[in-house]
């Protein structure tokens, strides 16, 4: 059986669009980048350069109300992801939203209400779920390889410190835990799939309503939890998950092909050291394609709104506390 390609409409020409997400809709298999949203034709004409017929609609309503798009990716700054999440749902496209998915918890509880108002499909843009570096060690520590678990820590960082750069204004829902905090706390969800018991301690630093650096530490069922992320230090990008009969270590696990190539080790008792390496996914890619399966065939989203939810939970605490 074979199903019509999703068709796309990008909110906004972001750069992130335009170099990362915009290419991985365009090479994704039952995927088309119909069409961007922009007020510069200027910017949709990067978009027209790799995906050559994209429309352009000077408006985000046109694009909403445009019938030839089933499905809207929203890159906008992250105070307005929930609110144009909702107009793309209300409008009958189905919706994946750019991390943070939302700003708090209670923002997320009104997108969950009209994705099922709607009955469709809404989002976050949390790529790393469908990259098989991550599904094998979900896997291996459910088969017991690395025996039971007693502790994991994280760590995030780059340097950016460009006042003028989304990421350093509080207005637009900047910050460190929100770039990048995400990935090392819902890593750590979908790898044990368990969610934390409390909140340890959190201890943030702050420029101008910005966080610039959180420490933080979590205590799961069975094991605790360690994790900094920061945009003020060199780029580092490392998970580790300890267990009583190995040690599994992701040396790239957030910008997979980028900021390294995506490996696997693991570490043995016996000073084995087993490394599996991941050289050619593009996790954008599949992130799409995982989308569109689950609009054409129903097939279960590995990252629901829910999700989504509990890693804004823990962000949530470490912001107020921090």
Known sequence: MTTSPVRWGILGAA???????????HAATSAELAAVASSSAEKV???AAFAPGVRHHESYEGMLNDPDIDAIYVPLPNHLHVEWGIKALEAGKSVLIEKPVGMDVAEI????AARDAAGLLAAEAYMIVHH???QRAKALLADGTIGKL???NGAFSFFNNDTGNIRNQAASGGGGLRDIGVYVLGGVRFVTGQEPVQLDYARVQWEHGVDTFADMGFAFEGFTYQAYTSIRSAPRQEMHFHGEKGL???TCPFNAGK???AELHLSMPDQTVRIERFPVVNQYV???EAFGRAIRTGETYAWPLEQAQGTQMMMDQVLAQG
Do not use: C, E, S
């Open 15 to 25: 750069n992130f669009a335009k170099t990362t997400m915009g290419p991985a809709i």
């Open 45 to 47: 004409a990067g978009f």
């Open 109 to 112: 509880d009104r997108l969950i």
């Open 132 to 134: 098989p570096q991550w």
């Open 150 to 152: 007693v502790h994991v």
């Open 248 to 250: 599994m270590t992701l």
């Open 259 to 261: 900021f390294d190539q």
């Open 286 to 288: 599949q992130q799409v």
